[in-house]
């Protein structure tokens, strides 16, 4: 049986960022994957004292298996489709095209919720640091990663607590670091690596975010 070397969500970060001090004085902007992944990244963005956003995305999942991820939907207009899995599955074009649509709008409704309807952060010229809860298939964390990658940062790290080896080494080719505690060589489920891994509220993400807030404010007025 696997070890569960993370009590909760905030233990998690805050290991987490013990990996990414070296980033602290290039002023990053951390970003978190709702819901979750933004309990992470917002430990991740007290220790280092950065600047928190989300950066919204929905995974697309089959028709008669929704916790079969099929790719995912990003806010910046990124879709991403594993092929593989989509033909295992047996999905039309048809089907896909309506999946996909309604993701985009549920994209669209978060946009309104997290950041009163405002487009995704502007990235350009920063060092990005994306932050997931973990990750065993990857698909929405590729979607985000090509998005950000697509709006040229100074740096781009994908950043989790615990991840499968062979996602991390996939999804390299699109950062320029990857930083994660706990890499696995089997994994089946990002929930096994975590004691509490209680469902994240929309309220939850709401008030994490505002508390980053001022720290924003204040630099902009120093």
Same mark, same amino acid.
């Not at 089907?95 to 409704?109: F, I, N, P, S, W």
């Not at 990002?190 to 993400?205: I, M, N, R």
């Given at each position: 049986?696997?070890?569960?070397?993370?009590?909760?969500?905030?233990?998690?970060?805050?290991?987490?960022?013990?990996?990414?001090?070296?980033?602290?004085?290039? @002023? %990053? &902007?951390?970003?978190? &994957?709702?819901?979750?992944?933004?309990?992470?990244?917002?430990?991740?963005?007290?220790?280092?004292?950065?600047?928190?956003?989300?950066?919204? =995305?929905?995974? +697309?999942?089959?028709?008669?298996?929704?916790? !079969?991820?099929?790719?995912? +939907?990003?806010?910046?207009?990124?879709?991403?489709?594993? %092929?593989?899995?989509?033909?295992?599955?047996?999905?039309?074009?048809?089907?896909?095209? =309506?999946?996909?649509?309604?993701?985009?709008?549920?994209?669209?409704?978060?946009?309104?919720?997290?950041r009163g309807?405002?487009?995704?952060?502007?990235?350009?010229?920063?060092?990005?640091?994306?932050?997931?809860?973990?990750i065993a298939?990857?698909?929405?964390?590729?979607? =985000? !990663?090509?998005?950000?990658?697509?709006?040229? %940062?100074?740096?781009?790290?994908?950043?989790?607590?615990?991840?499968?080896?062979?996602?991390?080494?996939? !999804?390299?080719?699109?950062?320029?670091?990857?930083?994660?505690?706990?890499? @696995?060589? +089997?994994?089946?489920?990002?929930?096994?690596?975590y004691v509490?891994?209680?469902?994240?509220?929309?309220?939850?993400?709401?008030?994490? !975010?505002?508390?980053?807030?001022?720290?924003?404010?204040?630099?902009?007025?120093?």
């Amino acid at each position: 049986m696997f070890a569960r070397p993370f009590l909760d969500r905030e233990h998690a970060g805050r290991e987490l960022a013990k990996h990414l001090r070296k980033y602290r004085h290039a @002023r %990053p &902007l951390v970003i978190g &994957l709702p819901r979750g992944g933004v309990v992470v990244a917002s430990e991740v963005a007290r220790e280092l004292g950065a600047d928190l956003d989300v950066w919204i =995305v929905r995974k +697309v999942g089959a028709p008669v298996r929704p916790e !079969l991820g099929l790719g995912a +939907v990003a806010e910046g207009g990124e879709k991403y489709l594993d %092929p593989g899995i989509v033909a295992e599955v047996g999905v039309s074009a048809d089907e896909l095209a =309506v999946l996909v649509d309604q993701k985009e709008r549920e994209v669209r409704q978060r946009q309104k919720l997290f950041r009163g309807g405002a487009p995704p952060p502007d990235v350009a010229g920063r060092t990005v640091i994306v932050v997931d809860d973990g990750i065993a298939t990857g698909g929405t964390m590729r979607a =985000v !990663l090509r998005d950000v990658a697509r709006r040229q %940062p100074a740096r781009l790290v994908l950043a989790v607590p615990i991840a499968s080896r062979e996602k991390l080494e996939e !999804l390299g080719a699109l950062v320029d670091d990857v930083v994660c505690v706990e890499p @696995r060589e +089997v994994m089946f489920s990002v929930g096994e690596g975590y004691v509490d891994f209680e469902q994240t509220s929309d309220e939850a993400v709401l008030e994490l !975010l505002e508390r980053r807030r001022p720290v924003v404010e204040a630099r902009g007025h120093a």
